[in-house]
């Protein structure tokens, strides 16, 4: 395929993911200032882009950043799941992953790139790559950013899991080896979190504590 005749591709892509920019995150957990799934990858490519370079974290920062613009692509057919309600199992894991690999063969389908774009989702989704870790693990450090800057006065449920960014954190630091470790950036937020959470009467669960 030429390039000109690419060009009906590269904009009904562009048009589909437009809708991004209207789906709510946090529906369960905040009354209000939930952000959308655009702020959200937005904020995380920007995100691999600093903090892999400052940190001079072991990885493809290029790629990773296209992981993080695509890891969420699924929602605009799927809606936000909060994480909330997968935590206590009002959605079970599995019909959310299954859904979301759905509706990306649906949204790529008829896209002449749209191969492409499925395997980058995919090697999110697979966390196999050293980049798709550090993509998920900035990834729960961006919401637990997020709940930092706007949430802890307009949080719905009476208690805050604060383990939740834990295990992807601690998957990437693991197999990268580097330091210093991400850990160093989550656990700053946490401490600021909890006291803003107790602040406003919310208790903060946590395995490790």
């Given at each position: 395929?030429?390039?000109?005749?690419?060009?009906?591709?590269?904009?009904?892509?562009?048009?589909?993911a437009?809708?991004?920019?209207?789906?709510?995150?946090?529906?369960?957990?905040?009354?209000k200032n939930g952000d959308?799934?655009?702020?959200?990858?937005w904020r995380l490519a920007l995100m691999v882009f600093v903090?892999?370079?400052?940190?001079?974290i072991p990885v493809n920062i290029s790629h990773?950043?296209?992981?993080?613009?695509l890891h969420d692509l699924a929602e605009l057919e799927t809606d936000d799941v909060d994480a909330v309600d997968v935590i206590k199992k009002k959605v079970k894991l599995e019909d959310k992953q299954k859904n979301e690999a759905a509706a990306m063969k649906h949204i790529v389908k008829d896209i002449s790139f749209g191969g492409e774009i499925f395997a980058l989702w995919n090697e999110y989704e697979k966390q196999q790559t050293l980049e798709a870790k550090f993509v998920k693990a900035l990834d729960?450090?961006?919401?637990?950013?997020?709940?930092?800057?706007?949430g802890t006065s307009v949080?719905?449920?009476?208690?805050?899991?604060?383990?939740?960014?834990?295990?992807?954190?601690?998957?990437?630091?693991i197999a990268s080896k580097h330091f210093p470790p991400l850990k160093g950036i989550l656990d700053?937020?946490?401490?600021?979190?909890?006291?803003?959470?107790?602040?406003?009467?919310v208790m903060w669960v946590e395995k490790t504590a």
């Open positions: 395929m030429s390039a000109m005749s690419s060009i009906p591709n590269i904009l009904t892509f562009l048009h589909r437009n809708q991004l920019k209207t789906i709510i995150r946090y529906k369960s957990s905040l009354s959308t799934v655009a702020d959200h990858s903090i892999g370079g400052e940190l001079q990773a950043m296209k992981l993080a613009l729960k450090i961006e919401a637990f950013l997020h709940l930092d800057e706007t949080y719905i449920p009476k208690e805050f899991y604060a383990d939740y960014a834990d295990a992807a954190v601690n998957s990437f630091d700053p937020i946490k401490t600021e979190l909890k006291r803003k959470f107790e602040e406003n009467g």
